[in-house]
């Protein structure tokens, strides 16, 4: 019998988790619009140490999610926008097991790359 391979991966991402958030970025625009801006002033506060801005970013990641958890709960469905983070919520699941490096590896490439070019 042949050793099982424990290494999990989904849909190219390090697990469903990560690419379940990394994929509500993307694709709810309020989401990505907020991304997209706090991606903007890490970068011109942090270039050209990419390290950081990944960190950084990292970090918005976290408290992003963390905020949505909260409005989550103080807001219990009343309206489409809590509904949809909660359907979000559920939908990403175990947020422990989010790699938000992997995601804010992800985000910043285009980005730094963009930026590095036009300074």
Known sequence: MGMVNMEETYNGWSNR?????ALWLGNDQGLYDSMTEN??????????DRDKAISD???WLKANLEE?????????HKDCKGE????????IGSD???????????????P???YSHDN
Do not use: G
């Open 17 to 21: 988790e990560t690419w379940a958030y």
């Open 39 to 48: 991606i903007d002033d890490i970068i011109r506060h942090t270039y050209p």
């Open 57 to 59: 970013l990292e970090d």
């Open 68 to 76: 949505l958890k909260e409005f989550s709960n103080q807001i219990a």
């Open 84 to 91: 949809c983070v909660h359907l979000m919520l559920e939908d």
């Open 96 to 110: 422990w097991r989010i790699d938000y490096r992997e995601i804010a590896e992800s985000e910043l490439t285009d």
């Open 112 to 114: 730094w790359e963009e």
